[in-house]
């Protein structure tokens, strides 16, 4: 008797382990689906869904199942789309070649106007992705230390503003600049008001001519601040003294330059 209840006792039942194990991984399963729901579409969820379901009705352990939840790709613009775009693409293109052919004209209009007036030492035209930039030295307009246009300038700017009506109208801006010698007297205390009244004097001649709109154009001093040479020259002084024209596209010209 005593050798038979000692050979029960070495084999304890377990057959407790078998639902145990089937609640863990039930558990498991359900703690992957929580898990995977908080950042998922209608799609992932029922792949999801039907894994869980799968884990109820078989027998099988969660880590047999293959992973529900697919990679994620980079989703492909339609090619709709990129046809769209394209379009758009191009159509800013053609607008922008238009724009600076167009600026490019008006370019050599007001290089022939400066050739037949002989003002070719005074003033200067460059086109740049920012627009027509026209330079009138200073001593074509305004005497030292003076902010009022002279006289027989105001004619240059009379005729410079034809030029600047086009079609379609574009806007303008006018800045005064000045070289960094120091100025105080009893019209201005500084270069920097004596450049801003400048081109504002500048800009009131040019709005003489009624075809140009006062909303299009618009004036500003620099003062000293934004030279074009170095100051410590008598020649770069007399560059840095100048009023700027800048006429700007009506769109932008980075596509073409």
């Known amino acids: 008797m005593a050798k038979k209840k000692k050979h029960h006792e070495d084999h304890v039942d377990e057959s407790w382990l078998i639902p145990y194990a089937d609640m863990l991984t039930l558990l498991l399963a359900l703690f992957i689906v929580l898990f995977a729901m908080s950042e998922i579409d209608a799609q992932k969820f029922k792949q999801m869904a039907s894994a869980f379901r799968n884990e109820f009705t078989s027998g099988t352990g969660v880590m047999e199942e293959q992973a529900p939840i697919p990679t994620p790709d980079s989703t492909p613009i339609p090619e709709t789309q990129k046809e769209i775009i394209s379009k758009e693409e191009k159509e800013r293109l053609e607008e922008a070649k238009k ?3 167009a600026l490019e004209n008006l370019e050599k209009r007001i290089n022939a106007f400066i050739q037949a007036n002989n003002l070719t030492t005074s003033l200067q035209t460059q086109l740049t992705e920012n627009g027509l930039l026209i330079t009138i030295l200073d001593n074509a307009l305004f005497d030292s230390g003076s902010a009022t246009v002279k006289p027989g300038s105001r004619e240059i700017g009379k005729k410079l503003s034809d030029l600047l009506v086009t079609n379609p109208p574009r806007n303008i801006v006018i800045a005064g600049h000045t070289d960094n010698v120091p100025i105080s007297t009893a019209n201005f205390q500084s270069n920097w008001e004596l450049s801003a009244f400048r ?6 001649v040019l709005l003489e001519n009624p075809a140009l709109k006062p909303n299009q154009v618009s ?7 934004r030279p074009k040479a170095d100051n410590k020259t008598a ?3 007399a560059k840095n003294r100048r009023v700027e024209v800048l006429i700007l596209p009506n769109v932008s010209l980075q596509a073409v330059k």
């Open 219 to 225: 004036a500003s001093g620099y003062g000293e601040y």
């Open 235 to 237: 020649e770069g002084r």
């Open 199 to 204: 081109g504002i004097n500048f800009m009131r």
């Open 99 to 101: 724009e600076l052919e």
